[in-house]
């Protein structure tokens, strides 16, 4: 099982990990008896997910996640570098994996007040695991790598956390403008919000990349309640910004991407005008700059796969466009509140 059939980990190798295996090999704890820790781990971090007062929660299921994949590896390291495998060593590599991935996925729904997401990333969760050892049983290779397997999932979950360094969470009428460099920008900065602001705010996503059906836009229009925006000017009857006036006009927040696309770089590109003419056409709503730090490594353009880093989403103070102040004026401060948050 050293071979394809054992899932690539390179803090394997590292003196550390070698050394808690060997500590462990000379008790009685068995493989299987570390694979039903994990379990634990997985219920307790999600009991703290949906019932701890924020950031404590997420910080004790933050700590679970890890210490789930510590098992994880452990239990793999003392069955085959430790020797201590037994015939059920198997079942007991399966099971709990996937309960501890559907407690998580399953509380991480409910926690994001989109229980049906978490019950699909569950059951999609399984299904692979269940592809994988379908292939195994007919003798062939199976490879743990791939979209999202359980470490990238796993990292994912921790990977995103709110900072409110200039502004405190409100139900106030908000557009929350950001820097732009991934596909994980969006969920990031919705997910950041707290669980009742969620409900009253939409992203605002490119009509030509998420209103096509499928699986994008099934999670744009059921999960997000997105508000499309065509990027394309000639594809555009009216004003383009006209849904996005719309979803003010019933008293709802938004998430904008000011850039208009996505940047390799750490810091935005400059600001379309958009922004300028809804600060002023909505003096009343509330404009929050917000940083999006690490996305633009984690998940950056062209990529398939999330690097397991940690990200984090910093709101600044808000802004209002100010009397008689210009467009570019306005559209330089806002970009440079957004880039002190870096």
């Known amino acids: 099982m050293i071979g394809t059939d054992r899932r690539p980990i390179a803090a394997r190798d590292s003196a550390w990990a070698k050394s808690v295996t060997g500590?462990?090999?000379?008790?009685?704890?068995?493989?299987?008896?570390?694979?039903?820790?994990?379990?634990l781990f997985a219920v307790l971090g999600a009991a703290a997910l949906l019932t701890m007062a924020?950031?404590?929660?997420?910080?004790v299921c933050a700590a679970c996640i890890v210490l789930r994949l510590l098992c994880n590896m452990f239990d793999g390291m003392v069955a085959v570098e430790g020797g201590k495998g037994t015939p059920a060593g198997a079942l007991f590599n399966e099971i709990p994996d996937r309960l501890?991935?559907?407690?998580?996925?399953?509380a991480l729904g409910y926690a994001a007040v989109l229980p049906w997401l978490g019950w699909l990333c569950a059951l999609l969760a399984a299904l692979t695991a269940y592809v994988r050892v379908l292939g195994g049983s007919l003798g062939l290779a199976q490879d743990?790598?791939?979209?999202m397997a359980k470490p990238h999932r796993m990292w994912l979950l921790v990977g995103a956390h709110a900072r409110w360094v200039g502004c405190a969470p409100s139900p106030a009428q908000r557009?929350?403008?950001?820097?732009?460099?991934?596909?994980?920008?969006?969920?990031a900065l919705w997910s950041a919000l707290p669980p009742n602001l969620r409900a009253t705010t939409r992203p605002v996503a490119a009509r030509d990349y998420w209103g096509h059906g499928g699986a994008r836009g099934f999670i744009a229009d059921h999960g997000f309640r997105a508000v499309y925006i065509e990027r394309d000017r000639s594809r555009c009857e009216g004003d383009p910004l006209q849904p996005l006036r719309d979803a003010l006009d019933t008293g709802e927040s938004l998430i904008i991407f000011p850039?208009?696309?996505?940047?390799?770089?750490?810091?935005?590109?400059?600001?379309?005008?958009g922004l300028f003419h809804l600060a002023r056409d909505y003096p009343q709503a509330e404009?929050?700059?917000v940083y999006l730090d690490t996305l633009h490594r984690s998940m950056p353009k062209g990529s398939l796969l999330p690097v397991p880093l940690t990200c984090v989403v910093r709101f600044g103070a808000a802004l209002?466009?100010?009397?008689?102040?210009?467009?570019d004026d306005f559209l330089q401060r806002a970009h440079a509140a957004v880039v002190a948050l870096a």
């Open 144 to 147: 743990f790598r791939g979209p």
């Open 175 to 187: 557009i929350y403008f950001a820097n732009h460099s991934s596909h994980l920008d969006t969920l």
């Open 287 to 289: 404009l929050v700059p």
């Open 259 to 273: 850039e208009g696309t996505r940047s390799q770089q750490p810091l935005p590109l400059p600001f379309k005008a």
């Open 54 to 59: 924020d950031p404590f929660g997420k910080l």
């Open 100 to 106: 501890a991935d559907s407690l998580f996925l399953v």
């Open 23 to 39: 500590a462990l090999v000379r008790t009685s704890i068995t493989p299987n008896q570390i694979s039903c820790v994990s379990v």
């Open 320 to 327: 209002r466009l100010q009397a008689n102040e210009d467009k």
